[in-house]
């Protein structure tokens, strides 16, 4: 396959099974360059952690070809891979110090303990964590643990680095502020890394580029603006971001827009995404911020629907409106909150509407 | 120094925080009484009881008090048998003894030190009721009628000056109104004395003391106690048995721990006993070096089958571990003899050995009836007490250590040596812990398949409880026993500390 | 009155019932400790359940005479025995009725006369070794042999035991010394009758080790009654000492190719002792019991089911056949002129004295 040549990581129609009878990973395809930050989201049990261990090796696949820089890496033992890894329970070995615990894959591998010493003290200052080097794991906090896990594995200088869900068990403070140090110690260093999580939001701001999962299978890899603004499927459209969905039928499709009519009756205008004939069923997707019912800020001819205001929610820095439309009573915007921003009242009619490029007709 | 803290009700917040707490023990402890209790009932008090009698020796004072005071005289190391006093009081006290029929118990008790003791009390308690005594009871009834009369006798032991002038006879009447009112359930004041006491009577008179009703005893033949008690055995002549008596008069003895040690009480102190005698340091040091071998082949076994077990799939794990714990439903007998079947010369292995060839027929291996079967069947049953806390604690270490390691350029090896296997340790220090207490203390089945060179300890203790009722030898026997482990649990304490001990999660 | 105070109330008055049923199970139940197996069963047959249905009192069996002395002792301190009648050997009835433990029967007065007008002093004759002890039964340790392994020359001596040349394989015996010093000194040219005042010597008994000695190596030691004969099946030992009522059961019911060596068997005793400390009422129905199972007729109805000797001499004549085998018992009676010819006396009296002594040496002698 042409799409993986030159790649640093690369999936070739992997699939795998535990029991023979489903498979958890269908035919994964996937390259990443060098240095690349690439996330892999998915909701629960869709296969992100399989497939960080068959790169890892610590399961085979089933049939496919993973290669690490050229190489076939099915049969080559996990330890002598040379990928850093970090677990979702950090796995710090609780017998070990955390200076024992950094020095742990040096000595694997035979290097000199004044070398190693000093790469111990680097990792640990690079992490800010160098005055915790005599503690042991169980007398750290939470986020410390995870500093000591990052450096644990980065400290042999690997250059390719496996993270599963190591921020999970943080608060979201703690998470912020580590998801920064991450992303940053991953691109001063020039890391390769792979990273999972099911949090979308860790995903778009840390990522170069984002895999979603479901299924066993990557429903869209692409940067976050294009994921968020772009989804190419339903999946995706509701997974990443506030989304609102209405369903339908597509009336007539006319170069790169088309006019979808809605099972309440009502006529919108789409961009089709992956619709393709007239008469096929759609989701129409459209993000709750572009959504405008100020009637002049719209086109004229664009397509408008009734719609009654259910609950106003004050959210500080912008107000979340949620709306009566076309049949569904989950419809949501969000406005900024402007000094010259209307505040809507429970009851209050209103007519909406949005740019076509904003609504996506998706599958349905 | 700051000011003490004031809580909101004016008193110091430590006096008031003590207060809470207080509250809180006392609850807590109310709680806990139920156990508490328990433990103490069953099992500190015991231990307790095994302690004190590892030491009590009270019997030979309690049954032969004028005797041992008699013999305070007379030095052991002379070689002489002791004189007509000292078997003046045994007399008295053997007439007594007899009465409450504690001379035999005696007997046995002193049979432990020195052997045929107890045929000596035996035959002494049946014959020493037929002694010439009656002559001075005859003489002094004679001599005076208000001797031979029960109510003069209480009028006369009721009054001080006259008890202060016939010490023996007035101890000898006392313990005797007291052993009438006891053991025969009658009334001194409507019984006459016993001739023991008129032979305390005639010696006191003998020695001068002024009697109630004058007597002139000179005409009266003194009959030799220590002749009548001769004619009875030779044995009282000896020396030895007097030793054996005085030796063992105190009311605490170290004897029992002596003998412990294959130690004795010689004629010249403490002596190592013959050597066709000592057996229990040898079967001490047997004891433990063969339950650290069970506790070594427990953790070889025991290691590897914890290991799948905790990480088998559930099902699989289920199966092994029903495996595992078939030696605790099993009966004791259908085991041993599953062993018998097994390991004994026309056995089932031995049979297998002789048809590969890999033994000749004559020259079959002895694995049962020696150290062999001890340690194949104490480590079969002792096994589960193993593989338990190994596996609870292997079953909360995640697989993700080892991945870890492995991910940070560990062997497998490596990985297992370096960082599973020291996170196992809590559970093997548990397991050896349960193991070894428990290997000390078993001896039905080294009893059964242990022979002769598999027996431990536990069997003599056994032996000593139920079958010789040498209690106390037993007790101190387990004493130091108990001594060992605690010696050894705080060595292990020091070594490898015993906050790592899990029995699991 | 609260609701604690009730509850305790209640649980007080749930204890003293279940205490007094307890105590009060001797209105018509008594419990008789035996050593279980085809012996109880024989006493069962012969002993309890006739008198059960002559009093109707219920009786319950415990098995545990092997530990009879401990626990006396141990129930005595407690101040609660709960055992009524309790079947024990010679030994340790011995041992019993020293210690306190044991209350002391005057055979005449308590005792059944025999059937033939005897009293049973005389009856029982030199089997009341000591005051406490009722015997019962005469059973003997003697040596059985592998007809299949011995050739064409069966052993006729108890000295075959040592004949390791002649009778080359393992044999098995008894882990205590009684019975095996004899043995070894009768075979080592001790005349039967100085056997205990050469045993009482340091160099009787040297002498008599010195000859065990010489078959340490192809000996097993036992101590279960069940071992030998096990053993003898298995093959794994050509010879071997147990009780003769074992043997009877492997050769008879078994039919297993095992001979019989009757030469110098050690005749032991078995029998009742009382234990002191029970009420008076249940002493009166333990001596009753007693009384009833000692007679004649009883002890001569026990030979029926296994293969021991009635204790009381007007009871052999009595002796029939075996209640299922039916074969002829007298035969297989230890006390059998054919099989007694020459028979050794178990002394009571001197191993009584001995015995802790020799057990240490001979302990000390095993693990060496
Ligand atoms: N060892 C295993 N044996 C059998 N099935 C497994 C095993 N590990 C995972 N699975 C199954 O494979 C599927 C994918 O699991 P995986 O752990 O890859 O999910 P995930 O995407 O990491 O989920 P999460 O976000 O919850 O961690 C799940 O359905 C899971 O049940
Ligand atoms: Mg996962």
Redesign the interface.
């Known amino acids: 396959m042409t799409s993986t040549d030159g790649a640093f990581v690369a999936f070739d129609r992997v699939q795998k099974s535990y029991d023979g009878e489903t498979l958890v990973v269908k035919d994964l395809n996937l390259s990443m360059p060098k240095g690349e930050f690439l996330t892999m989201l998915g909701p629960s049990g869709s296969g992100k952690t399989t497939c960080l261990m068959m790169l ?3 399961e085979t696949a089933t049939h496919g070809d993973i290669t690490l820089d050229g190489v076939s890496i099915n049969n080559i ?9 970090v ?3 950090y ?1 710090l ?3 070990m110090s955390v200076a024992e615990n950094l020095s ?2 040096l000595e ?2 035979k290097i000199g303990k004044s070398a190693r010493e000093e790469k111990v003290m680097r990792a640990l200052d690079m992490v800010q964590m160098g005055d915790f080097a005599g503690r042991r794991p169980a007398q750290l906090s939470g986020g410390q643990q995870q500093r000591i896990a990052l450096a ?2 980065l400290v ?1 200088e690997p250059e390719l680095v ?1 993270m599963d869900e190591p921020l999970g068990a943080l608060d979201k403070q703690l998470r912020e502020t580590l998801q920064f140090e991450i992303t940053n110690l991953a691109h001063e260093l020039g890391i390769t890394t792979v990273y999972v999580t099911h949090d979308q939001t860790e995903a778009l701001t840390m990522s170069d580029r984002v895999a979603v999962f479901d299924d066993g299978r990557i429903q869209q890899l692409a940067p976050p603006d294009e994921l968020y603004e772009q989804p190419e499927n339903s999946f995706v459209a509701q997974f990443i971001g506030e989304n609102n969905t209405l369903e339908g039928v597509v009336q007539e499709i006319k170069g790169n827009t088309c006019i979808v009519k809605l099972d309440s009756g009502d006529i919108i205008d789409a961009v089709p995404v992956n619709v393709n004939n007239v008469g096929d069923r759609t989701k129409v997707s459209i993000r709750p911020e572009r959504v405008e019912f100020n009637r002049e800020r719209l086109h004229d001819d664009a397509h408008t629907l009734k719609a009654e205001v259910l609950e106003f929610i004050y959210m500080g820095d912008i107000f979340r409106t949620r709306l009566r439309v076309a049949g569904t009573d989950e419809f949501v915007i969000k406005t900024r909150n402007a000094p010259d921003q209307e505040r809507l009242k429970p009851g209050q009619m209103i007519e909406i509407g949005w740019l076509p490029q904003d609504c996506r007709a998706l599958d349905a | 120094m700051s000011e003490p803290v004031i809580a909101a009700d004016g008193r110091p917040l430590k006096a008031s925080l003590n207060r809470a707490l207080r509250r809180q023990k006392m609850r807590a402890l109310a709680l806990i009484a139920p156990l508490l209790i328990f433990i103490l009932v069953s099992f500190v008090m015991p231990i307790a009881d095994m302690l004190f009698r590892s030491v009590e020796n009270e019997i030979v004072s309690e049954t032969l008090p004028r005797t041992v005071a008699a013999l305070d005289a007379w030095d052991a190391g002379s070689g002489e048998t002791p004189d007509e006093d000292v078997f003046n009081a045994l007399y008295t006290d053997m007439a007594l003894a007899v009465e409450y029929k504690s001379h035999t118990r005696l007997g046995s008790r002193l049979n432990y030190e020195t052997t045929g003791i107890a045929s000596l009390f035996r035959k002494s308690g049946r014959r020493v009721g037929k002694f010439d005594t009656d002559v001075y009871t005859k003489a002094f009834q004679d001599a005076d009628p208000r001797y031979a009369d029960p109510q003069q006798w209480v009028a006369w032991m009721a009054d001080d000056s006259i008890r202060a002038k016939l010490p023996m006879t007035t101890s000898a009447y006392d313990d005797w109104a007291k052993m009438i009112v006891e053991a025969e359930n009658d009334v001194p004041s409507e019984e006459e004395p016993w001739d023991f006491v008129y032979s305390a009577l005639y010696n006191d008179a003998v020695s001068g003391a002024e009697l109630p009703v004058s007597v002139d005893v000179s005409g009266i033949t003194p009959v030799s106690l220590r002749t009548a008690f001769g004619d009875i055995d030779d044995k009282w002549l000896n020396p030895n048995v007097w030793r054996t008596i005085k030796t063992y008069s105190p009311r605490y003895t170290d004897g029992y721990f002596l003998n412990s040690v294959d130690l004795m009480k010689g004629a010249e102190g403490v002596e190592a006993r013959p050597e066709n005698e000592q057996i229990y340091i040898t079967l001490f040091i047997r004891t433990m070096i063969m339950s650290l071998s069970i506790m070594g082949m427990c953790v070889l076994l025991g290691y590897p089958i914890a290991w799948l077990l905790a990480n088998l799939k559930d099902r699989t794990a289920n199966l092994l571990m029903i495996l595992v714990l078939l030696p605790f439903w099993t009966s004791l007998l259908v085991r041993t003899s599953a062993w018998k079947v097994l390991l004994q010369q026309q056995g089932v292995i031995n049979d297998i050995l002789v048809w590969i060839g890999i033994v000749a027929d004559d020259n079959r291996l002895e694995l049962i009836n020696n150290q062999t079967g001890t340690i194949i069947a104490m480590t079969h049953i002792l096994l589960p007490f193993m593989i338990l806390p190994l596996y609870s604690v292997m079953k909360t270490i ?1 697989p ?2 080892l ?10 090896w ?2 297992f040596w ?2 599973y296997f ?2 196992s340790v809590p559970g093997i220090g548990a397991g050896c812990i349960l193991v070894f207490i428990l290997a000390i203390g078993y001896y039905i089945t080294p009893e059964l398949v242990g022979g002769t060179k598999g027996v431990f300890i536990s069997n003599r203790i056994a032996y000593h409880i139920s079958s010789s009722l040498n209690w106390g030898l037993a007790a101190a026997l387990g004493t130091i026993l108990l001594t060992i482990v605690m010696v050894l649990y705080w060595v292990y304490d020091k070594i490898v500390g015993i906050d790592n001990v899990k029995l699991g999660g | 009155m609260n609701v604690t105070m009730k509850l305790m109330a209640t649980s007080c008055l749930t204890l003293t019932a279940t205490m007094a049923f307890a105590d009060g199970h001797m209105a018509d139940e008594m419990t008789i400790v035996s050593w279980g197996g085809a012996y109880s069963a024989s006493q069962k047959n012969a002993y309890h359940d006739p008198y059960s249905e002559k009093t109707g009192v219920k009786i319950i069996n415990d098995e545990s005479s092997s530990e009879a002395v401990a626990k006396l002792r141990a129930m005595n301190e407690a101040g609660n025995v709960t055992w009524d009648v309790v079947d024990v050997v010679a030994s340790d009835a011995i041992r019993l009725c020293d210690e306190g433990l044991a209350m002391e029967i005057d055979a005449d007065t308590q005792l059944a006369d025999g059937d033939d007008g005897s009293k049973a002093s005389d009856d029982f004759g030199d089997l009341l070794v000591s005051d406490c002890f009722i015997p019962q039964i005469v059973y003997s340790t003697t040596v059985g042999y592998r007809t299949d392994l011995v050739g064409d020359t069966p052993p006729t001596s108890i000295c075959a035991l040592f004949d390791t040349d002649t009778y080359p394989g393992k044999r098995s015996l008894e882990k205590q010394p009684i019975g095996n010093l004899e043995w070894a000194l009768i075979c080592d040219g001790v005349a039967k009758e100085d056997v205990y005042d050469v045993l009482e010597t340091e160099e009787g008994q040297a002498q008599a080790f010195a000859k065990l000695d010489t078959i340490k190596d192809s000996a097993i030691w036992w101590s279960a009654g069940a071992d030998t004969p096990q053993l003898l099946a298995d093959g794994e030992v050509i010879m071997g000492s147990t009780y003769n009522g074992r043997l009877f059961a492997l050769i008879e019911e078994q039919k297993q190719p095992v001979a019989m060596l009757w030469d110098a068997q050690v005749f032991d005793l078995d029998g009742w002792i009382i234990p002191t400390g029970l009420s008076p009422e249940r002493q009166a129905r333990a001596l009753d019991y007693i009384m009833f199972a000692t007679d004649t007729q009883r002890l001569a109805d026990q030979a029926k089911y296994i293969s021991y000797g009635p204790a009381r001499k007007s009871s052999a004549p009595l002796v029939g056949k075996h209640a299922t085998l039916g074969i002829e018992m007298a035969p297989h009676m230890p006390t059998d002129p054919n099989n007694a010819k020459n028979t050794f006396l178990y002394n009571y009296e001197w191993w009584a004295d001995y015995r802790d002594d020799l057990d240490a040496k001979f302990q000390a002698w095993l693990s060496k």
């Open positions: 890892a090796g610590f033992p996990p330890h002598k891979r040379g990928i850093g890894m677990f979702q329970n796995a070995f609780p017998h742990f894959p694997v591998r644990r594995a042999f496996l | 995640p993700s250590y991945r870890a390691a492995k991910s940070l350029g560990a062997t497998n490596t990985a370096r960082v020291p996170q």
